[in-house]
Each structure stands twice: as structure tokens, then as C-alpha cells.
């Protein structure tokens, strides 16, 4: 359930990120940001992206407002395709209650630091490494982070898709907590055997 230290870069590994943006110099500035960390791919249109992701790919930072298809469209192909990479959304369009609904792992509102982007980029590898469901609690976290940064408490409360999305976060740490506890009892368990064990033959 634990991934490695999150103090160590994941970035170190050459992992494969690809870039998908139709401004080219926004594309040839992530690259630029990333590629001395991993190998990266560069997309400018959704067509493209569909072309060149592939099992190999481990990240997509991917622009929601492109021409013909359209970020969210390249986002519900890759989840089709059940494609094993974390999508983080790059994007100037300002997040809404829909993205309750999305797929991605993390969403990044334009203008973006260098700082910001590797950052995700990190992040989101060290996530890939834990079980799906630590890794959805860490979606569903993010979209509700980033939710309660854009809306008002009224808007929030009055909101059926926020309100969905708390009820699953609610779930989901339940169900890991007691997966941990279950972890934690069968440790014990396996502790005390060896004690018993040990304890016979003195």
C-alpha cells in the first residue's frame, strides 16, 4: 500500500511523460522543463495523442481546449483503452463541478511553473507505484482540494457532485483503513507465532 520515500525523486527513473498542448511554444517549454528528467513525447493536437500513447507512457500532462478533439474526449479514450498512466490536466480552463466526473489524476490551472510542473510530474509517479485504491483517493482528493480553492462554501454545499465526491473519499478511507488495520492484525498475528515459536524451544 506504501510507495517509496517521497523525499526521493521518482523523476530519476526515465520515466516517459507526454506532453500534449496545441501552443507550441507552451509544448517546446515543458519539454525544456522535463526532458533532463525523463523522456518526453510532445502531441499539439488530440489526434496525435491518441497516436502516440502507448503502454510505454507513464504521464500525460494533457490541454483540456484544443482544436477537433478536445482534451476531455483524449481522456476518456485513454481510461477506454485502460491504459496504465497517471493524466494530469494542463489547462487555462478554470475547473467546474464536471470534473467530479473526469478521470484525471491531478489539474493544473495555466500559467504553470517549471516548479509546479516537475513537481506534478514527481507526484504523480510516486503515486503510479500504490494500489488503485490509494491512488483514486488521491484523485478524488485532488479534484476536491482543487474545488474548494475555486468555489464558494454555499456553491460547495449546494453542489450533488461535491457531495458524491465526499461520500467516495468517505468510502475509500474506510476501506483503507481497513485494509491497514487488517495489515496491521495479520502482522501481529505473525509476531506472536514467532514469539510462541521461539518461546518453545528455550
Known sequence: M????PD????????VVLIVEDEPDLAQLYTAWLREHCTVRTAYDGEEALEQIDDEVDVVLLDRRMPGLSGDEVL????ERDLD???????AVEPDFDIVEMGFDDYLVKPVSDDDLIDTVDQLLLRSTYDEQLQELFALASKKALLK????EAELRASEEYARLEDRIAVLRAQIDDTVAEL???D???RMCKD???????
Open 2 to 5: 506504501s510507495g517509496p520515500d
Open 8 to 15: 526521493r525523486s521518482v523523476l530519476t527513473s526515465d520515466p
Open 76 to 79: 476518456d479514450t485513454i481510461r
Open 85 to 91: 498512466c497517471r493524466v494530469a490536466m494542463v489547462t
Open 149 to 152: 480553492s475555486q468555489k464558494t
Open 184 to 186: 496491521i492484525d495479520q
Open 188 to 190: 501481529a498475528y505473525r
Open 196 to 202: 510462541i515459536s521461539a518461546e518453545s524451544y528455550q
